[in-house]
């Protein structure tokens, strides 16, 4: 990984390369494919969804009867994928001047604390290269009794700032490392909070869901008849809807197939927007690692390349659902993914989704 000159860990300039492409052929073969996508997983509901040049293609199925609202008007968990939108909201808070990503996370959350010598920031946060671990330490007894139902509730995020501000020390000197962790993303949603005086989901409510006019988006289960509902490994067994507790930042998203793809398409076509620079910050890569550097990551995004350009992608699962939200500007086109069955050994439904963006 690059060394920080910048409060990001390698913050870098590479702009996508553009280029004239066509995405999974005409529109008829992509319906095909969306259908052909649909068949292959095995889940009560799933949805795959495609914004390509603006034109919208949607194909519903799965194995459990219609649900009297159609499916792509259900709101869908999309768990870690929502770090994708606490990204964009970080980018914009900074590039409106609210912050500049090189805060102490924790001197935003207690700011009479003594800032330590290599202090865990925002930018460490959001990155994953805060050297914490994925769940704090004391995660694992409270969330034992709910394991199947509500591990994540019986969380909240009082104790996810306290874990994080008693911690004896990152693993690793922030910047240096990169682990994915919930833990950080979390934190990153709290200090932001204390450190603006804004509950985080008013944040993102006002600098991402209305300014996208994302009405269909929200942070907790609101309605039965609109929500979708998870189901456990079986494809048979109802979940709870998703409690994220402490760690709404890092997990909490729901929405419909059409806001997700409207979000996308913002990232696609950040010109002339007035979020267009927060558009084109989550698109820049920030730090590289693996052998050869050959893993790319933005603040909100993970980047392969493809023969015609790089692209851009998140997954996410809960107790009962996942989803995989992609973009690829060469082409121009956006995909949205979603199935109300939980992830299980040899589940294809990453697979198929990433696939399906990745070719030409």
Same mark, same amino acid.
Request: glycine share 12%; proline share 8%.
């Given at each position: 990984?690059? $060394?920080?000159?910048?409060?990001?860990?390698?913050?870098?300039?590479?702009?996508?390369?553009?280029?004239? $492409?066509?995405?999974?052929?005409?529109?008829?073969?992509?319906?095909?494919?969306?259908?052909? /996508?649909?068949?292959?997983?095995?889940?009560?509901?799933?949805?795959?969804?495609?914004?390509?040049? $603006?034109?919208?293609?949607?194909? !519903?199925?799965?194995?459990?009867?219609?649900?009297?609202?159609? &499916?792509?008007?259900?709101?869908?968990?999309?768990?870690?994928?929502?770090?994708?939108?606490?990204?964009?909201?970080?980018?914009?808070?900074? +590039?409106?001047?609210?912050?500049?990503?090189?805060?102490?996370? /924790?001197? !935003?959350?207690?700011?009479? &604390?003594?800032?330590?010598?290599?202090?865990?920031?925002?930018?460490?946060?959001?990155?994953?290269?805060?050297?914490?671990?994925?769940?704090?330490?004391?995660?694992?007894?409270?969330?034992?009794? /709910?394991?199947?139902?509500?591990?994540?509730?019986?969380?909240?995020?009082?104790?996810?700032?306290?874990?994080?501000?008693?911690?004896?020390?990152?693993?690793?000197?922030?910047?240096?490392?990169?682990?994915?962790?919930?833990?950080?993303? /979390?934190?990153?949603?709290?200090?932001?909070?204390?450190?603006?005086?804004?509950?985080?989901?008013?944040?993102?409510?006002?600098?991402?869901?209305?300014?996208? $006019?994302?009405?269909?988006?929200?942070?907790?289960?609101?309605?039965?008849?609109?929500?979708?509902?998870?189901?456990?490994?079986?494809?048979?067994?109802?979940?709870?809807?998703?409690?994220?507790?402490?760690?709404?930042?890092?997990?909490?998203?729901?929405?419909?197939?059409?806001?997700?793809?409207?979000?996308?398409?913002?990232?696609?076509?950040?010109?002339?927007?007035?979020?267009?620079?927060?558009?084109?910050?989550?698109?820049?890569?920030?730090?590289?690692?693996?052998?050869?550097?050959?893993?790319?990551?933005?603040?909100?995004?993970?980047?392969?390349?493809?023969?015609?350009?790089?692209?851009?992608?998140?997954?996410?699962?809960?107790?009962?659902? +996942?989803?995989?939200?992609?973009?690829?500007?060469?082409?121009?086109?956006?995909?949205?993914?979603? !199935?109300?069955?939980?992830?299980?050994?040899?589940?294809?439904?990453?697979?198929?989704?990433?696939?399906?963006?990745?070719?030409?």
């Amino acid at each position: 990984m690059t $060394g920080p000159s910048t409060p990001w860990p390698g913050a870098e300039d590479d702009r996508d390369h553009l280029l004239a $492409g066509g995405f999974l052929g005409t529109d008829d073969t992509l319906r095909e494919r969306l259908e052909s /996508a649909v068949g292959a997983i095995d889940a009560p509901d799933a949805v795959f969804a495609v914004s390509r040049s $603006g034109r919208r293609i949607l194909h !519903c199925g799965g194995t459990a009867p219609p649900p009297r609202v159609p &499916r792509q008007d259900l709101r869908y968990e999309i768990g870690s994928a929502s770090k994708a939108f606490a990204g964009l909201l970080l980018a914009q808070l900074i +590039q409106r001047g609210l912050l500049t990503g090189g805060e102490s996370a /924790a001197a !935003c959350l207690d700011p009479g &604390r003594r800032t330590d010598a290599d202090p865990v920031t925002l930018a460490h946060l959001v990155t994953h290269t805060a050297g914490l671990p994925a769940l704090p330490a004391d995660f694992y007894p409270r969330a034992l009794p /709910a394991w199947r139902t509500n591990p994540y509730g019986r969380y909240p995020a009082e104790r996810v700032a306290d874990a994080f501000l008693r911690r004896r020390g990152p693993r690793h000197r922030p910047g240096t490392r990169w682990h994915y962790s919930n833990f950080g993303v /979390a934190v990153l949603g709290h200090a932001v909070a204390a450190v603006t005086g804004t509950a985080w989901e008013e944040l993102l409510g006002a600098h991402v869901l209305r300014p996208l $006019g994302l009405s269909g988006t929200a942070l907790q289960a609101e309605d039965p008849k609109t929500d979708a509902v998870g189901h456990g490994k079986d494809g048979r067994t109802p979940t709870l809807a998703f409690d994220a507790g402490g760690f709404q930042a890092a997990g909490a998203v729901r929405a419909t197939p059409h806001d997700l793809l409207t979000f996308l398409e913002a990232h696609l076509a950040p010109e002339g927007s007035p979020w267009a620079d927060a558009l084109r910050a989550v698109r820049t890569p920030v730090l590289r690692r693996g052998p050869g550097h050959r893993h790319v990551h933005t603040m909100a995004w993970f980047r392969h390349p493809t023969n015609g350009g790089p692209m851009y992608f998140h997954s996410g699962a809960t107790l009962g659902q +996942q989803a995989f939200l992609g973009f690829r500007p060469d082409t121009g086109t956006a995909l949205v993914a979603l !199935c109300t069955r939980r992830f299980r050994a040899r589940d294809s439904f990453i697979a198929t989704a990433y696939a399906l963006l990745a070719e030409e």
